[in-house]
């Protein structure tokens, strides 16, 4: 039934559903126990054929797991059924599942070495390694006999590989001697052959792949009706090669489920879409030809620039698409051969194209490919700044491990003629010489080479944070010198110091610079490097302070944290600097971490002041005062957004803490743990009076819980509030008799532990059933209605959140601008500063209250 023939009737038909009679058959036999046995390659040409490829995956698999199970070898390669299932995750577009099956297949560690060094993109490695499984079974091995399938598969992925290497010369020859037609078609067009092209397509073996729908060949078609002149004919090719795309679309799995078997479609339709606009062009250029004018290509030519692969996509994938540019851009040239160069290169983008193609290749480490793709602008005319990025592109792929290739790369760039680049330029290159220098261990020369780099151009972030990095490892160098050799240990214990230093001006420099993702990854790095001054304030915090100073707000947010601790230590008077940049532009994400700061420190120091007699004679101000003070600024600064965080906060403390039953079943289960723990053999031990001093405890443990919830022994605080007053009235008039008598009353549990634990188990209980009376879930606008309408409202941000100018400079910026910008940006803060005004008594009445500042 799953084979026949009048399924396809689906195909033709436009359906809403997207399941067809094959799908539904095959996800009902996957649900069947057991399970029917059918035809594994049967399952997969279908699954291919009617988009079934999850459901015949699954029926595969199970039989696979069934055969392991009742002891068949189903790895063998003569079982179909590990085949089938290797093609089906071939056409979902898992490489890697792929690849590991045929390593489990493969009879050979040859094979099996090889395959690995594919899974890992080790393309000059595996090609090497195919090559020779290849040429050792031509015969004169007689002990290595491979299988026709192994056979196959080292010739697929030899040519996948050269596919990588961009050598479509020797694919070429090889496609031929095996006969192989579409790859000879293949090869053809990106060899720029179209005599060869031209015969390919009217083999029989093309045609039937035209009239099977291979829209790869149909597409090939276009580029030769393009190449010859006939665009009337691209429309109803181009036309054709999108329905037979759209035709495989709809036989693939849905997007959502994250299969990789759209990727090839999608770069297909991509080069459709260039093909019809190679069609256009070619129609523009022409005619502007035959007049002798000279077309506007940018728009065009634009689009191209923005409509690249990503950068880890196969160097095959962006092959596809740059080598068919190539070629419209020696046409274009072709035609305007009469026009002035340096207007004829404004038509194209050839040396864009083969830079992007050479940098993708060197970071995936096909410097070969890269190398070609860069000196094929030796005979194409390139302004300045495309001759800087192929001389930068051809030296940076020298920065390998190889000692032959750093001196080579070192070489190039002293041969270098820097008169006609600009100061970025220049110090780029110099930053480049500083890189090898370093490689090849010469220290001295490249924080020379990096301090010439940020000479020519200050501003090169890059230059400071290598600089910075080169004075770390320097440092690090410096210290463990010091440890081994004693004598001289002060001095170098000095100059360790001193290359920190510098280390962190680089780093801070290069924030200030471009302040990108990569400078400000070295800010934790320096907050570190704080703590190598000791206890006095040193170099280090002096050298933070000054260049911290300059640095915008924004980027000491996601290290708040770090900051207020640094509130404790000797640097505080650097980091108060910056978290009154803060405050003044991002309050909102200092206040809540400063507050608990704030309290924490305050309580820490009035208990060591309670313990210490005498008081504390240092001027340095502690952690707790200037947190204080930086409340009081906030508060200052921005009184309206303090009033609704407080607000905000108020609501969360007081409306959403624990019910008293949820906090008495707290303090009640660890109670009945510490009382379950007095074991008999611990009162042997201690003897009776050691019984009685524990439950002793524990009675005064109660004693405290019955003050503490009950209000035994004082009087209910006048300031709580009504609907406060109503809960603890009801769990008073629920619990607190039965509290005094369990536990409070004379003799109630005595000495007794037995009883104790038992009481405790009984409330224990008790408790846990009442709160689990309480609904899980509860409106929002009855809980707390004040939050339930600041949620529906729109933000109210302070002043300058939106604006591009606070993202950018900092307080100490703001301040060095003109009067003029002065006042621009302080009436950008006016409805600040009007709510200061209204809010000043509130202010003030919240600073008596809780003191100075916080």
Known sequence: LIAKPFHSQFLKARQCSQINAVQSILRLLVHLRPMPLVDPFLLQAQGVNYNGNIEALSLLESQYAALKTNGYDADSPSRDLIKAIRQCYESLGDRDVSIYISSVISSFPGTKFALSLDMYDLVNDSTDAYLSLIDRADGSHADFLPTECEMVLWEERWIEAHKELSQWALIDEFASSIGNTNLMLECAWKTNNWEKAKCCLSLPSVVASLEEGDPLTKMTEIYLAIHEGNLEEVENLHAQTAQLCLHQWKLLPSVGLRSKSHIGLLQQFQRLVELRETSQIMVETSSHSARRTIPDLKLLLGSWRQRLPNSFERVSDWNDIFLWRFQIFDAITTNFSWADPNTVTTLHDRPFACISLGRTARKQGLTEVAAFSLNSLTDCTIDVEYAFLKLREQIVSLQTSSVESLKGGLNLVNSTNLSFFDSLQKAEMFRL??????????????????????????TYARAWMDWGRLCASLSDDTRKQAKGQKANSKDLTKKTGLYLVQAMGCFLEAVRCDPNEQTRDHIPYCLSMLTNDGPSYGNLCRTFETRSSVLPSWVWLPWIPQLLSSLCRVEARAMKAILVGILKDHPQALYYSLRSFYLERRDIERSKSQKSSSPNDDDAPSSSRLAEELMSNLRKAHPILWLKLEHILEDLIVRFRPSYEAELLHSVVALHQKASMISDHEAKRDGSAGRSGQMEACTKTLAMLGMKFFNFNRERSESQNQNGARKSARFQAKYASLFTRDFLEKNSTGSNRDNLVDKLQKWKVMLELGISRVPDRSNLQEVSPSLSWFSSQAPDLWAGACES??????????????????????????????????????????????????
């Open 433 to 458: 010489k500083a890189y090898f220098f370093n490689a090849l261990n010469e220290k001295p020369k490249s924080n020379q080479a990096y301090c010439h780099a940020v000479q020519i151009c200050p």
């Open 805 to 854: 100018k606070s993202l950018s400079l900092s307080n100490s910026q703001h301040d060095a601008l003109t009067s003029l910008d002065n006042a621009l940006f302080k009436a950008k803060r006016s409805s600040a500063l009007a709510a200061a005004k209204i809010n000043a008594q509130a202010v003030s009445v919240a600073a008596n209250s809780e003191g100075l500042g916080g």
